[in-house]
């Protein structure tokens, strides 16, 4: 039997960033996922903050350009503009970027074991024991697992941690080769039809054409919501020499950090976490602090094997900090009149009020700040052989 310090299940942002660390502090960590490779079935549009690429060490050469401005429309298709001092959001190319942090994980001293599922796990006073099938099968050991397996996490239910309750489906196509006139740009549209609870929306960073919607899963169909979208769009569009690069979706949780996500023998990350904004729905900036912390959490408690090592790790506190945009989520997932988003959209264009919509498309706030890891300039390594081609539109 396999026997490992650490099993984490889910290659994902937040499984491939927990996995490295744990190996550069010295631990074995087993990284299983059920996919053949980290760039299939990719689920995130990937548009990292302004606070995220300040913080975390990225490789330029997989992020698109910078983006300062944010158009908000209202259903009817009515502009609202806001526009930053800051480059605020650089959209990554999640294909290659996934690729490169497997490869540093790798690198790090992870053993990854793709094309396996986990479909079990049992505890004793000695760890966890993981079943597992495909690529690598029968049982393996850990002293501990870390579920980064996404919303609908099984680690969550088979360790007894709090699961997610409500999330939103979103659904995304990626394009080169659609020339696009104007600075590069996200635009986002509220529209009860089209995206019941969230928003539609359209990034355009000069290189790529990310077109997407979002909502409740109850109150509309994600496809069909997406192909009337992209024929709606308040954009002139050329899609004639459009190429589609990809198409992503899946479940996004809403619904805050979970209470409990921690416990003597595992913990959870990312989405299975509920580390999302529950107004914007955005997991990156919280997915790396979380997993981090995540990290740093694990060592201490496999070091000590003292169960308050973990007290750091407590999901209560966290949701302390969502407490506004929770009571805002609560709001906005109620609101199916049109006429209602109409007014909100005028109101938000009144310059005294504009500052409201400012604060959300540009607002700092985000997961609260935790003990960072010292990371090396060598750790990021040169990424030239991961990158697109940059397109000529």
């Not at 003597?264 to 990350?269: D, P």
């Not at 959490?297 to 945009?325: H, Q």
């Not at 805002?328 to 009149?337: D, M, P």
Request: charge should be positive.
């Amino acid at each position: 039997m396999r026997r490992c310090d650490v099993l984490v299940v889910g290659a994902g942002l937040a499984g491939l960033w927990t996995a490295r660390l744990l190996a550069e502090a010295g631990l074995d960590v087993v990284l299983a996922d059920d996919r053949p490779a980290v760039d299939r079935r990719i689920r995130t549009t990937g548009i990292f903050v302004r606070r995220t690429l300040v913080d975390f060490p990225l490789p330029d050469e997989l992020l698109g350009p910078e983006i300062r401005d944010v158009v908000l429309y209202s259903p009817a298709f009515r502009a609202v503009p806001f526009r930053s001092t800051h480059p605020e959001f650089r959209v990554a190319r999640m294909g290659p970027l996934t690729v490169w942090l497997l490869d540093r994980a790798i690198a790090a001293g992870v053993d990854w074991w793709p094309g396996t599922r986990c479909h079990a796990i049992a505890t004793d006073d000695r760890g966890v024991i993981a079943g597992l099938h495909g690529a690598h099968r029968g049982p393996l050991r850990a002293r501990f697992v870390i579920g980064a397996d996404g919303a609908r996490s099984r680690v969550a239910e088979w360790l007894g941690l709090s699961r997610n309750r409500e999330w939103i489906v979103g659904v995304e196509e990626v394009y080169r080769g659609i020339p696009l006139e104007g600075v590069p740009a996200l635009h986002c549209v509220l529209s009860p039809s089209l995206a019941p609870g969230y928003l539609a929306w359209l990034v355009h960073d000069g290189e790529e054409i990310h077109v997407g919607v979002g909502g409740y899963p109850a109150r509309f169909e994600a496809g069909a919501a997406l192909t009337e979208f992209k024929s709606r769009l308040p954009l002139a569009l050329s899609w004639s020499h459009a190429r589609l690069v990809d198409r992503r979706g899946g479940l996004i949780p809403v619904g805050g950090v979970l209470p409990r996500i921690a416990n003597s023998m595992g913990l959870l990350v990312g989405d299975a976490a509920g580390a999302v904004s529950p107004l914007t729905a955005g997991g990156i900036d919280p997915c790396l602090r979380l997993s981090e912390l995540a990290a740093r959490v694990t060592i201490d408690f496999l070091a000590s094997a003292n169960r308050s090592a973990l007290a750091a790790y407590d999901g209560s506190r966290f949701r302390r900090r969502f407490s506004v945009r929770l009571g805002l989520r609560s709001i906005f997932s109620r609101i199916e009149n049109p006429l209602l988003l109409e007014a909100m959209c005028a109101v938000l264009g009144i310059a005294p009020l504009s500052r409201f919509g400012q604060r959300i498309f540009f607002g700092r706030g985000s997961f609260p700040d935790v003990a960072r890891f010292q990371t090396t300039p060598a750790w990021l390594g040169p990424a030239d052989r991961y990158s697109l081609p940059r397109s000529s539109a």
